[in-house]
C-alpha cells in the first residue's frame, strides 16, 4: 500500500512570497490532515477535512492560509504571503475513518525555509 | 483543553539497557492515547496506541506503553535498547468527547542510543 505522498520536499522562500504544498493521501483515506511542525516543538493541526469538507480549521491562520481538497482526494494547502515564522516543516496525514482507526498515516512533509 | 507533556527533551540510554520515555496528558474525557517515533528528514511513524482495554500495549519494533489512569500516564517503554531506535519520539493524545478526533502532540523527546 502506498503511503502519504508530499510534494515539494523543501521549498526556499522569501518573505512575503507565496508557496504551496501539494498533499496525496493513502488510497480510500476520507480524512486528510494539515499539521505545521516548528523546529523544537510538536505538530500542530492546522486543519482537518472529511472528504472535501472542513471539520476543524480553528487554528488555521487564515489571513495568510488557505487549503482546499476539491475532489475528496488530494490536497493543497498555500501560505500567501509568506512570514520568518511560517518556517516549519508541514506534515500532511490521512486515515481511512477516525472513528474506527484513530491514528494518522504521515508523510515525510515539506520542510518551508522563509527568509 | 486537551494536553499532553513531555517531561524530558532527551534520554540518554546504553545498547541494551532498558529505556523509558515519559508522558502525561490531561483530558475532560476518556483518553485515546497515542506514540509516534520520527527519524531525522522523515515523517512521523505511527508506534502503537490505546484505546481501550488492556492497560499494557504492545506496539511496532518491540516497543510497549503502560497506560495508568490515576497517574494520567502513557510512557512508553522497550527491555532493550538498540542503537537505531535513537529517534524523536511524540507522545499525543486525543479526547474521546472532543467535537473534532485531532491529535493534540508534546513537544517530543530525543532518545539517544549509545553503542
Not at chain 1, 74 to 82: E, F, M, N, R, V
Amino acid at each position: 500500500e502506498a503511503g502519504v505522498a508530499q510534494s515539494p520536499r523543501y521549498k526556499i522562500i522569501e518573505k512575503r512570497q507565496s508557496v504551496a504544498f501539494w498533499c496525496n493521501p493513502i488510497s480510500g483515506h476520507a480524512t486528510l490532515y494539515w499539521y505545521q511542525q516548528i523546529l523544537g516543538q510538536g505538530p500542530k493541526l492546522l486543519i482537518q477535512f472529511q472528504n472535501n469538507g472542513v471539520v476543524d480549521d480553528s487554528q488555521l491562520p487564515k489571513d495568510r492560509f488557505s487549503a482546499e481538497r476539491l475532489k475528496g482526494v488530494d490536497s493543497t494547502l498555500k501560505i500567501q504571503p509568506a512570514k520568518l515564522e511560517d518556517s516549519a516543516v508541514y506534515l500532511c496525514a490521512s486515515s481511512l475513518d477516525p472513528r474506527t482507526t484513530f491514528e494518522g498515516f504521515f508523510g515525510p512533509g515539506t520542510r518551508l525555509t522563509v527568509l | 483543553a486537551q494536553s499532553v507533556a513531555q517531561p524530558e527533551d532527551q534520554v540518554n540510554v546504553a545498547e541494551g539497557n532498558p529505556l523509558t520515555v515519559k508522558c502525561t496528558y490531561s483530558v475532560s474525557g476518556n483518553p485515546y492515547l497515542f506514540w509516534y517515533v520520527q527519524y531525522p528528514n522523515r515523517g512521523l511513524q505511527f508506534l502503537l496506541k490505546y484505546i481501550t482495554g488492556d492497560n499494557l500495549v504492545k506496539g511496532s519494533y518491540g516497543f510497549e506503553a503502560e497506560f495508568n489512569k490515576s497517574q494520567t500516564s502513557f510512557h512508553l517503554k522497550k527491555p532493550s535498547a538498540l542503537v537505531s531506535d535513537s529517534a524523536l519520539y511524540f507522545c499525543a493524545v486525543r479526547d474521546d468527547g472532543g467535537a473534532t478526533n485531532k491529535l493534540i502532540f508534546g513537544t517530543g523527546t530525543l532518545l539517544a542510543v549509545q553503542p
